[in-house]
């Protein structure tokens, strides 16, 4: 187009040869002016203009570079953030358009003059990381805990409990009108004996799974059989949030997926249903049980005598106060001085009457030394079904 017109052709005529407005054959003829034809740039532009509205001269951002470095070697103050340049600028050059706060600070990200750094995000611990041998997949965990406050439309209220185990997924769900001590073994028998013992099993510190909180030295029912089946009982932090995070999210699940997806007239209804979720959910997660620890099989015949001795060791994950104890057993232990408000598990050795602790940190996880040892002789009482 641009040489039709420069052999004499109008422009006009050129536009409707190449089927083009007329604008366009002027912008390309202005676009070459007098250069030859093969040193002219045709590559398009944008639209806009060449430098934005927005954009900060060059020099303004050469003199807040330059405050900066004055600021820091000569302020009285120590200050030389984008809020004391945009003072310090405002005070020396009133006839200049200083710049906001906001476009300081972009200016000084720009050119990599921030002290401040990015938040580190440190990796999160492997799953059971406050128990090596979980942490290294030496080990199984069961964690179990009850969903209260479920009624049934024209009909009783429900208990719900829940399991699953930390590496296999393997989920359990058992639904009763009444989720008592009595009830709760009895779920627990029934799920261990088909699919077999882990080495630990983890609860909150519900007075179902850990027994009352009044008196001192009280060890529930619930205990004793895990401890008399070699299963170490494990017992979260109070107010402590991602240590029962596995249960909490099937929780989470079991309630939206069983019980507010579908009307379950009865409980014997919502059973067959939770059963049916269960199922497909074990089909589902089947893949993480691959390669996870055995199970031990449960001992045939077996029955539990509540007033045999206590043998075995139960884990209490505890937070120092401020003074480095920590409240388990209705007893105060006094930990370490160093150690407050910190991280601890507590193991109970029933055999040779101490309690052992032991640092936690999530930063370090493979790093668990042991602080204090006492020892702990607990009382002995008549055990009260």
């Known amino acids: 187009?641009?040489?039709?017109?420069?052999?004499?052709?109008?422009?006009?005529?050129?536009?409707?040869?190449?089927?083009?407005?007329?604008?366009?054959?002027?912008?390309?003829?202005?676009?070459?002016?007098?250069?030859?034809?093969?040193?002219?740039?045709?590559?398009?532009?944008?639209?806009?203009?060449?430098?934005?509205?927005?954009?900060?001269?060059?020099?303004?951002?050469?003199?807040?570079?330059?405050?900066?470095?004055?600021?820091?070697?000569?302020?009285?103050?120590?200050?030389?953030?984008?809020?004391?340049?945009?003072?310090?600028?405002?005070?020396?050059?009133?006839?200049?358009?200083?710049?906001?706060?906001?476009?300081?600070?972009?200016?000084?990200?720009?050119?990599?003059?921030?002290?401040?750094?990015?938040?580190?995000?440190?990796?999160?611990?492997?799953?059971?990381w406050y128990l090596p041998e979980v942490a290294e997949q030496r080990a199984e965990l069961d964690q179990f805990d009850i969903v209260e406050g479920l009624k049934i439309k024209n009909g009783p209220l429900v208990e719900v409990l829940n399991g699953i185990s930390l590496l296999g997924r393997l989920a359990v769900t058992f639904v009763a009108e009444t989720m008592n001590t009595l009830q709760v073994r009895r779920c627990l028998c029934k799920h261990w004996q088909e699919v077999g013992l882990p080495s630990y099993a983890q609860f909150d510190n519900d007075t179902i799974f850990q027994g009352p909180h009044q008196h001192r030295d009280i060890i529930g029912s619930v205990i004793r059989m895990c401890l008399d089946l070699g299963v170490i009982p494990v017992f979260v932090p109070p107010r402590e949030?991602?240590?029962?995070?596995?249960?909490?999210?099937?929780?989470?699940?079991?309630?939206?997926?069983?019980?507010?997806?579908?009307?379950?007239?009865?409980?014997?209804?919502?059973?067959?249903?939770?059963?049916?979720?269960?199922?497909?959910?074990?089909?589902?997660?089947?893949?993480?049980?691959?390669?996870?620890?055995?199970?031990?099989?449960?001992?045939?015949?077996?029955?539990?005598?509540?007033?045999?001795?206590?043998?075995?060791?139960?884990?209490?994950?505890?937070?120092?106060?401020?003074?480095?104890?920590v409240f388990l057993l209705g007893r105060s232990f006094f930990v370490n001085s160093q150690w407050l408000h910190r991280l601890v598990r507590c193991e109970v050795d029933l055999v040779h009457h101490q309690i052992r602790f032991y640092q936690l940190r999530r930063r370090a996880p493979q790093e668990q030394p042991l602080i204090n040892e006492i020892t702990y002789h607990i009382a002995k009482y008549s055990f009260q079904k």
């Open 1 to 128: 187009m641009v040489n039709a017109v420069r052999s004499g052709e109008s422009q006009r005529s050129v536009a409707q040869r190449f089927g083009v407005s007329l604008s366009v054959v002027q912008r390309w003829v202005q676009r070459a002016g007098d250069k030859p034809l093969v040193k002219v740039n045709w590559r398009d532009r944008p639209s806009g203009p060449s430098v934005p509205g927005n954009h900060t001269p060059p020099e303004i951002e050469n003199l807040v570079l330059d405050t900066r470095r004055s600021l820091r070697h000569e302020s009285l103050l120590g200050e030389y953030g984008a809020v004391a340049i945009h003072q310090e600028l405002v005070a020396t050059h009133p006839e200049l358009a200083i710049p906001s706060v906001r476009t300081i600070g972009r200016i000084l990200e720009r050119h990599g003059v921030v002290d401040k750094t990015k938040r580190l995000r440190h990796p999160a611990p492997p799953r059971g």
């Open 241 to 325: 949030c991602g240590f029962q995070a596995v249960i909490e999210n099937y929780n989470g699940l079991w309630q939206t997926k069983v019980w507010a997806r579908f009307h379950h007239p009865s409980i014997e209804a919502l059973q067959t249903q939770s059963a049916h979720y269960v199922a497909a959910h074990r089909i589902r997660t089947a893949v993480h049980r691959e390669s996870i620890p055995q199970r031990r099989p449960f001992p045939e015949h077996w029955t539990l005598d509540l007033a045999q001795p206590l043998q075995g060791t139960m884990i209490f994950l505890r937070r120092t106060t401020d003074r480095g104890n």
